[in-house]
């Protein structure tokens, strides 16, 4: 069994930073790439950002430039550092892990979503 566990939600004003957490637990042999994606009332979910667990990243072209995700191969952990937020970044946000719990087969975990408000 696999949690992921996401933190650091909440309400900021436009031009404002928030750092999201998100911690995976259980019974972990290996992760590969972990994620943030959102999800903004009435739209679909979208990819944010990637990071592969050599660190390569990768980012949504709205976000790049303002957002960097970090991973922590020890804890087991991703974070988001959000800068510049804007109105429109407003969104539940999930991580997702790429997580084996046996060796060579991985499947994708979700975190249950934290809410990120931008608004003056």
């Known amino acids: 069994q696999v949690q992921l566990e996401e933190s650091g939600g909440g309400l900021v004003q436009p031009g404002g930073s928030l750092r999201l957490s998100c911690a995976a637990s259980?019974?972990?042999?290996?992760?590969?790439?972990m994620a943030w994606y959102r999800q903004a009332p009435g739209k679909q979910r979208e990819l944010v950002a990637t990071v592969t667990r050599n660190g390569t990243t990768d980012y949504v072209d709205a976000v790049r430039g303002r957002f960097t995700i970090s991973r922590d191969n020890t804890f087991n952990t991703v974070s988001l550092q959000m800068s510049s937020l804007k109105p429109e970044d407003t969104a539940v946000y999930y991580c997702?892990?790429?997580?084996?719990?046996?060796?060579?087969?991985?499947?994708?975990?979700w975190g249950q979503g934290t809410q990120v408000t931008v608004s003056s």
């Open positions: 997702k892990a790429a997580v084996a719990t046996i060796p060579r087969y991985y499947y994708d975990y």
């Open positions: 259980g019974s972990i042999f290996s992760i590969n790439t």
